[in-house]
C-alpha cells in the first residue's frame, strides 16, 4: 500500500514511488508539484507568500515561493530526479475575499501563481499544467507513481491536471 505524506502550510515535501504527496485547505497559497517520470521522484511544496524578500524575518524557507522552489528543486534532485526532465504543475492561487478598492498588494493569489511560474520558468522546468485564480480553496496531491496531480474543491468537485 502507498504512502499518504502530508504536506502542511509553508512545508514541502518529496517522496517516490508508490508514496503519494497530498496539501490541504489552498486557498490563495499555491500548490507547487515537481516530478521526474522516468525516476517517479517528486516533491509538493505549500506556498504562501510570493517573496522572501519582502516579509519580515522568516526562518522557514517554505513558505515563499522564491525560496521554497529552489530547495525543493534541490532535494527532489538529490533523491535521483534529473532536473532537466522535471516538470511541475501548480494550483491555488485564489482570491478568497472580495475587496472593494484592492490594491496589487491584496492579490496574494495572483501575486503567488506569477511568481512561482516565474521562478520556475528561471530554473528550466515547464509547467505541464495549472489550476489557479478563482475564489475557492482546493486540497492537492501528486500521485508519484503516475505523476498524476488531483485538484480538489467543496462545490466543484475533483479534477486531475
Request: proline fraction near 3%; glycine fraction near 12%; charged fraction near 20%.
Amino acid at each position: 500500500m502507498a504512502d499518504l505524506i502530508k504536506v502542511g502550510m509553508a512545508d514541502y515535501k518529496v517522496g517516490h514511488s508508490p508514496s503519494t504527496l497530498v496539501s490541504y485547505g489552498l486557498g490563495s497559497c499555491i500548490g507547487v508539484s515537481l516530478y521526474d517520470p522516468i525516476k517517479k521522484v517528486g516533491g509538493l511544496l505549500h506556498i504562501m507568500l510570493p517573496d522572501s524578500t519582502q516579509a519580515r524575518a522568516s526562518d522557514n524557507p517554505a513558505k515563499f515561493a522564491d525560496t521554497g522552489i529552489p530547495l525543493m528543486i534541490k532535494d527532489v534532485v538529490a533523491l535521483g530526479a534529473t532536473k532537466a526532465r522535471l516538470v511541475a504543475k501548480i494550483a491555488g492561487g485564489a482570491q478568497m475575499f472580495a475587496f472593494s478598492n484592492a490594491s496589487d498588494i491584496m492579490k496574494v493569489g495572483t501575486r503567488n501563481a506569477e511568481s512561482c511560474k516565474q521562478i520556475l520558468r528561471r530554473n528550466g522546468i515547464k509547467i505541464i499544467a495549472e489550476d489557479t485564480g478563482g475564489n475557492y480553496g482546493r486540497t492537492v496531491s501528486i500521485d508519484l507513481a503516475t505523476g498524476s496531480y488531483k485538484v480538489k474543491t467543496i462545490d466543484r468537485g475533483e479534477k486531475t491536471i
